[in-house]
């Protein structure tokens, strides 16, 4: 007996060394289990943004230099550009933001487990990633110049503006594309929040007497807006760095950021502004840092309603 407690006296420390390797391998493996997701981070987001960073900075001869910085900050097309950036995100995810909080709100106020619910939630997660060469195909063959509607309403409504084929391949065509999928992004980001909100609410609203109108402005919309506010923002950074789309509606001229970075880059008449249009890919960078900077406090504020 006295042997026995003598034995487990000498291996209690061996046990809280047995456990504490046992916790470092569990560690261990959490932070390999990390690894993939850190690699593709690094190679697909940092690497390339330090490329960025630093190419802003480095002429076409390979010296330090603030010249392709001072040019985009300075030279009113760039500016213009990062205006019209900024103005067609900004349309397009008011306009997608608003058009989408309505459907969410539809959406939740049906039927759980119905088939048009479901239908609607696979359509727009499908629509929500339909973008690039594929949308501006579809909308080219229905709303440019030889386009389906384009036809039917010459014959219709020949003085009509979309009878003419020719808005489709400015920015406000390019707004109406947009907005095509910035509608079902705002679904899948907004709606959770719109579920979330709690019956108990709307019923201790109606027993104190409160109308409909009364409760969405005093009870649901404060608990929606960090959210609404939240999906905004995404939809603007989600317009602001799209380049597919308008790369194949707009080929003549760069009125926006990204195809002026297309120009920096790829143009036959001007070469060697590599440092353009990284110094442009800065400023674009810098946009969305600030836009989701905003929006991660945003997401914090409404997370404590989720809890």
Not at 226 to 246: D, Q, R, V
Request: charged share 10%; net charge positive.
């Amino acid at each position: 007996m006295a042997s026995s407690l003598a034995e487990r006296a000498e291996g209690a420390p061996v046990g809280r060394g047995t456990f504490r390797r046992g916790v470092r391998w569990r560690r261990a493996a959490e932070y390999l289990s990390f690894a993939p997701f850190a690699a593709f981070v690094i190679v697909f987001l940092l690497w390339p943004a330090y490329i960025v960073v630093t190419g802003a900075f480095i002429d076409a001869a390979g010296h330090p230099s603030t010249d392709a910085v001072q040019a985009v900050v300075t030279q009113q097309a760039f500016v213009d550009a990062f205006g019209a950036s900024i103005r067609l995100s900004a349309i397009t995810a008011v306009a997608g933001a608003v058009l989408g909080a309505l459907l969410s709100w539809a959406v939740s106020v049906g039927t759980r487990s119905g088939w048009l619910r479901r239908g609607v939630l696979a359509a727009c997660g499908v629509l929500a990633q339909f973008g690039g060469v594929m949308l501006a195909f579809a909308f080219l063959a229905t709303f440019g110049f030889n386009g389906l509607a384009t036809l039917l309403l010459a014959k219709l409504a020949p003085d009509s503006v979309l009878a003419q084929g020719t808005w489709l391949y400015g920015l406000g065509g390019l707004a109406v594309v947009y907005t095509f999928f910035q509608i079902p992004l705002m679904l899948i980001v907004f709606l959770p929040a719109v579920e979330g909100l709690r019956p108990q609410w709307r019923e201790a609203s109606d027993s104190l007497g409160g109308t409909t109108s009364e409760y969405w402005r005093l009870v649901a919309a404060p608990v929606l807006w960090p959210s609404f506010l939240g999906a905004l923002l995404l939809l603007f950074a989600n317009a602001f760095s799209a380049y597919a789309t308008a790369a194949a509606l707009i080929s003549q001229g760069s009125p926006i950021v990204p195809l002026q970075i297309r120009g920096a880059l790829s143009s036959e008449v001007a070469l060697g502004n590599a440092d353009i249009g990284k110094a442009l890919a800065l400023g674009m960078i810098l946009v969305v840092a600030v836009v989701m900077a905003v929006y991660s406090v945003l997401q914090r504020r409404a997370g404590r309603w989720s809890r």
